[in-house]
């Protein structure tokens, strides 16, 4: 129970940390200046790009007034599923740091895009049947490198952080299990 909630604080620690990453977006259309709280937009026009933390983006991407400037996950996805898929049973793929939290802001935006519109709900199940598939791969592969003596560097490079985390947690009750199986 213990190394669960550690796990669990240390994704709500990270996710923090991504929210607050500055993400660049086009204006859809001009708006006055701008004050919320530390944040202060300047006036802008109908296709100026700005740079603000990805919290104040994604707000203002749900009232329609920019546009996020980063590749369709859908794609990012796609490519991490098929790049996984070919790879060794033993081997993970590199995945991008905020991957995870990216995956996951966008299952809650196509579920709520879905519940407003049902002809989307295909391409939502589409999506999180990817993104289970792509969990369970990876997961699997963690449990493999758990039961090694320790992780070399160029594979730790490939994982993102919160699998750092579960690598770390899985390795440590394997090596329990391990210790208490063998007497030492």
């Not at 240390?10 to 660049?24: A, N, R, S």
């Not at 049902?118 to 699997?140: C, H, V």
Request: hydrophobic share 40%; with cysteine; proline share 5%.
């Amino acid at each position: 129970m213990e190394k669960e909630s550690s796990i669990i604080d240390f994704l709500k620690d990270f996710e923090v940390g991504f929210l607050l990453i500055p993400v660049k977006a086009v204006m859809k259309q001009g708006l006055p200046p701008i004050e919320i709280g530390s944040i202060s937009l300047p006036e802008t026009n109908e296709g100026d790009i700005i740079e603000v933390p990805r919290w104040v983006a994604e707000v203002m991407v749900q009232m329609d007034f920019v546009e996020i400037q980063e590749e369709s996950f859908d794609v990012e996805l796609f490519k991490a599923l098929s790049r996984e898929s070919m790879q060794d049973s033993s081997q993970p793929s590199t995945l991008k740091s905020d991957f995870y939290h990216r995956m996951r802001r966008q299952i809650s935006l196509k579920k709520s895009m879905m519940e407003g519109d049902s002809s989307l709900k295909g391409d939502y199940e589409k999506f999180l049947a990817s993104a289970y598939d792509l969990i369970a791969l990876r997961t699997s592969k963690l449990s493999h490198l758990a039961c090694l003596p320790s992780l070399s560097p160029d594979l730790e490079k490939k994982l993102s952080p919160e699998e750092k985390k579960l690598f770390e947690s899985i390795h440590s009750l394997v090596e329990d299990w391990k210790k208490s199986i063998l007497g030492e």
